[in-house]
């Protein structure tokens, strides 16, 4: 009964040990399947974004390449215009240079996202394809090293179980021989209370010489057990402590592995793979950060030619360029006839007195119509203020149709904002026509109006003159011509 | 003789003035051709800037379709893998983080040239279109204006060619006047000379009543020249005088048109369209700056995740995601054999002195060791340093391929720069595997070396533990424990 508890507790303590040992290997086991599905999700990542920067480098250059056609198929024209020729230089005009310069940043564009592709190809596709081969060549050497690692532990846990054993052999042979001793003792015991009997019963002296070789013989053997029970309990002792010193280093040595190799085994897989990835998206950044600078510089100088966008010049320019065209004709001169000596309007008697009634209807009635004018003048300024508000309010602010709502995701239509919508437009549009067409009106109201003063002016003011000229003549006469000034001053 | 001469200067005049005035005339007809063919270049560019834009909103479209289904091509591929649902919320680890963003961007860029697209078609083209109706309409209501002020300007020319004609007319008849009475007088000279005659030859006393009438009828005909002459004379200073009012009149006019009315008019052509055409790039540059602003946010939000890859927490990602792997597993305990009582390692007399030989061996091998893993160490660091630097070499600049030489405007390839130079990347690469491959020989070395001392160390740590408390035990007395622990420390 007791020998059959005993093969059963070493039994179950193989079963136990076996158990935890499986449940290790299995670990282990895992830990590597772990690492490779970590280096597979790796290598898929990467060819995703091989497979992604390939299709956005081909995107990148078939836009690179409809903006070149695009800024072609204008640029040739402009080239091949005779207007060019004409038109370039001092004589190029402020919606032509923003037109050109919309050209120009078409082209800038179109280069820029041709090295966009250039780089996708040629930068960060080699470098995501370097970090593939890493992730691969790392994972081989990780798991290299972690095998050895596993040896290590198995070996350790294997010496476990060998030490283990032989602890249960000596245990078992210390057992044996103690019980062994035991019962030499116990037979000693036995002979020994004889030997109390015969004292008491000195009958049978002839077997006394019998009797001592029996005690010297159960003395012998106890003293045998003795030494043998000595010797395998010191066995069992130094079993023991191996065991429990290997079961310190076992432990030791797994938790170890737990605690710092699967880190650093990890790390090794790891090693350089974020570093590398980081360059690689650093890369990409820097090629997308660029595109945009030389995109912003672009812009900037567009903007510049906006802003520089002058009707007065351009006008300036416009009549310059055909000066003969804009040129004032030489006056028309006094042709005097056949002879005649007088070539200055004639102020003496008779006709004196009728210039001088001439020169004062004039002058009221300039007085009259330049008020007048003015009017005019005042209600035109004020219609051209109303006409400058509708044409410069800004109306230009299409942020709004870049805010992402994270929610929706939507393209916010920019014709359907305020100032882009159909109403909206059509309102604007008729007020605009509207006032532009009473400009047109008090325009002419008010050309109409100036030339008449400018004729009447000039013929005042030679009036003025001839009639000044002939008071000077009359030096220290107080003339009708003086009294008439006189009352208009 | 002298009355050609006379018609000859009149036929000269009318000549030289009608010369001047189909001068005049031509240049009117030139100054609206000009204006005509202003408009028509601005017709044309404003025909021009609508393709282009009609052309390049195309142009985005495509672009925003590509990207997108780019995007797509691969978010589908993400949400339909079953890793998705486990990898996302706490298990994303950082490199997947990035990916997705980049993702995101691309996404975001389609939007944004979407919108561009939608802003190109919905408002830039139609303001463009509105630009061209305003200078067809604001063409034909200034040449209405201009067609009156050259009426204006060719009534008064006409004007001046009739009072000038008059002049002539009345001038010539004052001539005539004057050459009349002259002959008058010359007739009274001769009849006052015959009288003088009369005086000295008193012999033909019976003509004398003849005579006197014929005297009285000679002073009658002076008289009545003489009133003709003053009459024709007046009229002829009158008609002169008109003449040069209307001269100078004419004058200013035309100078006015010139100066003031021929700018006018430009500026009734010009009305709004540099104010309406710089609102129509504003707009386009508004787009063009939004788009850039949105991508570089997107851009800055995954520059911020590249910042934040970070192999250490994404390792400790991966052992919590699979926390029961990388779980360290239960101790080995010791298991008593067969009800054996001691559990600890025995230090008594006759092992205790092996155990100490063995406890001093262990400690000077521990100590030897330790030296040895610790140069080891030190060469693994040095060598991790130098992958380091290799590795976040900074080497991701791309900005030399953004450079537009303005002389060649060719695209630089980022290919065949210093860092990605095929040359360049093998030297680098062959010298990046050879470091490594010294630093994971290093490793193994230490890892065996750290594997060995740990489990010395754990023996060394528990004979340690087991002497003292044996020493503890005879307290008091100096154990042979303490002599070595002495010569030891």
Redesign the interface.
């Known amino acids: 009964m007791s020998s059959q508890t005993?093969f059963k507790?070493?039994k179950e303590?193989i079963a136990?040990?076996e158990a935890?040992i499986k449940?290790?290997r299995t670990?282990l086991v895992?830990?590597f399947k772990?690492l490779e599905q970590?280096s597979e999700?790796?290598l898929q990542?990467l060819q995703?974004?091989q497979?992604?920067f390939r299709?956005?480098a081909e995107?990148e250059l078939?836009?690179s390449r409809?903006?070149e056609k695009?800024a072609e198929?204008?640029s040739s024209?402009i080239r091949s215009s005779r207007?060019h020729q004409f038109k370039k230089d001092q004589y190029l005009l402020?919606?032509?240079n923003?037109?050109y310069l919309?050209?120009h940043q078409?082209?800038?564009e179109s280069?820029?996202h041709?090295?966009l592709n250039?780089?996708f190809m040629?930068?960060v596709i080699?470098r995501l394809s370097?970090i593939s081969e890493d992730v691969i060549?790392?994972f081989k050497?990780s798991k290299e090293?972690g095998l050895?690692?596993h040896e290590?532990l198995l070996k350790?846990?294997n010496e476990?179980y060998t030490v283990?054993k032989t602890?249960?052999m000596y245990?078992?042979e210390s057992?044996s021989a103690e019980s062994k001793l035991k019962e030499a003792e116990k037979q000693e015991e036995k002979q020994f209370n004889k030997s109390g009997d015969l004292s008491m019963n000195l009958l049978r002296h002839e077997d006394r010489p019998q009797r001592r070789s029996s005690v010297k013989k159960i003395e012998k053997m106890k003293e045998k057990r003795q030494a043998k029970y000595s010797e395998n309990k010191?066995k069992c002792?130094?079993a023991?402590?191996d065991?429990?010193?290997?079961?310190?280093?076992?432990?030791?040595?797994?938790?170890?592995y737990?605690?710092h190799?699967?880190?650093?085994l990890?790390?090794?897989c790891?090693?350089?793979?974020?570093?590398?990835?980081?360059?690689?998206?650093?890369?990409?950044?820097?090629?997308?950060?660029?595109?945009?600078?030389?995109?912003?510089e672009g812009?900037d100088v567009?903007?510049n030619a906006?802003d520089n966008?002058?009707?007065r010049s351009?006008?300036h320019t416009?009549?310059d360029m055909?000066n003969q065209?804009?040129?004032?004709?030489?006056?028309?001169?006094?042709?005097p006839?056949?002879g005649?000596e007088?070539c200055?309007?004639?102020a003496q008697q008779?006709?004196q007195t009728e210039?001088l009634m001439r020169y004062h209807q004039l002058q009221s009635r300039l007085a009259t119509l330049k008020i007048e004018n003015e009017e005019v003048r005042k209600t035109l300024d004020a219609t051209m203020q109303t006409?400058?508000d509708?044409?410069?309010?800004?109306?230009?602010?299409?942020?709004d149709?870049?805010q992402?709502s994270r929610s929706t995701?939507s393209?916010?239509?920019?014709?359907s904002e305020t100032y882009?919508s159909k109403i909206n437009?059509a309102k604007r549009?008729a007020n605009q026509?509207e006032t532009?067409m009473f400009?047109?009106t008090k325009?002419?109201e008010y050309?109409?109006g100036?030339?008449l003063i400018?004729?009447?002016?000039?013929?005042h003011?030679?009036?003025k003159q001839t009639l000044g000229e002939g008071e000077r003549a009359e030096c220290g006469t107080t003339s009708l011509f003086n009294i008439i000034l006189c009352a208009f001053l």
């Not at 190799?261 to 650093?264: A, T």
């Not at 350089?272 to 990835?277: M, N, R, T, V, Y």
Request: hydrophobic share 40%.
């Open positions: 005993k507790k070493d303590i136990e040990y935890q449940e290790i670990q895992e830990q772990c970590q999700s790796r990542l995703d974004l497979e992604f299709r956005k995107i078939e836009y409809s903006l695009l198929r204008f024209k207007e402020s919606p032509v923003c037109w919309v050209l078409t082209r800038r280069r820029d041709a090295t250039d780089i040629n930068n080699v370097q060549r790392l050497k090293i050895q690692m290590e350790v846990t476990l283990m602890y249960h245990h078992a057992i010191l002792t130094k023991r402590n065991y429990l010193l290997n079961l310190a280093a076992t432990n030791a040595a797994i938790s170890k737990y605690i190799d699967v880190s650093d990890i790390d090794c790891d090693l350089g793979f974020h570093a590398s990835l980081a360059r690689t998206f650093r890369t990409y950044l820097s090629a997308e950060y660029n595109l945009e600078t030389s995109r912003h812009l567009i903007e906006v966008l002058d009707s351009d006008k416009v009549m055909c065209v804009f040129c004032p004709p030489l006056k028309f001169e006094f042709q006839h056949m005649d007088v200055q309007v004639s008779p006709v210039l006409l400058q509708m044409l410069t309010v800004e109306d230009f602010d299409v942020s149709a870049f992402h995701e393209v916010k239509s920019a014709a882009m437009i549009r026509q532009e400009y047109f325009f002419k050309v109409n100036s030339n400018t004729k009447l002016q000039a013929k003011d030679l009036l």
